[in-house]
């Protein structure tokens, strides 16, 4: 285990297991429907879907969105600046937002009202993780990996000034290794 992480949340095993069933149905919920569109969002997506991806076994195609939140705090304003747009054009797809975790859900609420005004099909969402007591606008969420309490995780995509990304577990940050990184 790395020096920096207090304690291991979800192993790669159980990533691995719940990723596949996650893929599964997807899979099945969108067989009949077609044209599905994953749409990443950037950075922290990209462990859980490159893996989620190779678990569906229909047609899909996939894009990216990079956004950040106005302000410096880690604290989510829920007003989202779009860093990098997409490249395809939403209209008549069936949509669905594969993030790595909803927090207080602004910054998704606010994503999945922009677009909305894309026209697409359909939109759906699917986070890898959960935190339910944190959640301050009502975002849908569609597909779910995993409910966590209120701790800071790092790993399998999820950063912390842009560290531990690389880990293939989810972890529990040692408070002494951030300041002000709440929650
Ligand atoms: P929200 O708008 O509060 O839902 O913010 C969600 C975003 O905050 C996520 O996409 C992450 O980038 C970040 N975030 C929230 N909680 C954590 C965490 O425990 N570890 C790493 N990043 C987190
Ligand atoms: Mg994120």
């Known amino acids: 285990m790395h020096a920096d992480i207090a304690k291991v949340l979800i192993a790669e095993e159980q990533i691995k297991v719940r990723v596949r069933d996650l893929g599964a149905q997807i899979s099945a919920d969108y067989r009949d429907v077609g044209n599905l569109l994953l749409v990443g969002v950037l950075k922290g997506c990209a462990m859980f879907m490159m893996d989620l991806v190779r678990e569906i076994d229909i047609p899909v195609a996939f894009d990216f969105i990079a956004v950040a939140s106005y302000g410096q705090s880690t604290e989510s304003s829920g007003v989202v600046r779009i860093l990098k747009d ?41 986070t890898l993780l959960n935190k339910p007591d944190r959640r301050t606008a009502d975002v849908p969420v569609d597909y779910l990996g995993f409910n966590i309490p ?21 972890g529990v940050l040692k408070p002494e290794v951030y300041r002000d990184a709440a929650h």
Request: proline fraction near 3%.
């Open 150 to 170: 209120n701790e800071f995780v790092v790993g399998y995509g999820l950063d912390y000034a842009e560290r531990y990304r690389n880990l293939p577990y989810i």
């Open 86 to 126: 997409l490249d395809t054009d939403l209209a008549g797809r069936n949509a669905l937002i594969i993030e790595d975790i909803i927090d207080s859900g602004m910054t998704l609420a606010y994503l999945r009202g922009q677009l909305l005004r894309r026209s697409p099909a359909s939109l759906r969402i699917c």
